[in-house]
């Protein structure tokens, strides 16, 4: 039986663990740092929800309160426990906590060669925008 909750400090090395597992690109020693992550988590714009199989963390994501739009970000499921609707129950909760915030809108990035979460995505209602470009600059470095 599976249970959703929202992580605190201390699941934060396990969602680190899970990230590698599930092959998810992510930056440890950049935007991904457990002591940002933690931060982020005090500035309460930030939530972070676990999926977990007893005390097993088998999926995560991270959804930020922008204050004009709610971000999913960084949605992963270990794959021994993939296509049973984690991801789906996650991206619930992230709905249901930015509509209960005031948001409107809830956008998520999702690369192109990334067919998995695309169709996830796309099952629930997310419309894909193909006339929008992603544009970035990193202040620290190409890393981060
Ligand atoms: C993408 C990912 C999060 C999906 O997690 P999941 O728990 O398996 O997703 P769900 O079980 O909620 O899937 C819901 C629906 O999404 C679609 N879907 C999910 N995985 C799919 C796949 N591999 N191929 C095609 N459709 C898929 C299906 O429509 C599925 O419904 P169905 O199982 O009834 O057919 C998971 O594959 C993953 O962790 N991938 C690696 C990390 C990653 O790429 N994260 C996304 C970053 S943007």
Redesign the pocket.
Known sequence: MTRLGLLESKDLPAVHKLWKE???PFHPKGRDKLELMQAEINDGRTFYIGAFEGDRLV?VTVGTDEGRKGWIN????LPG?????????LMAWCEEEFARRGRGLVC????DW????L??MR?HGYALRKDIFYLRKSLRGEDW
């Open positions: 599930a092959g998810l999926g960084r949605l992963a499921i426990y993939r296509r049973k609707g984690l991801a789906s129950d998520a990035l999702v690369e990334n067919g998995a979460s169709a996830l099952k």
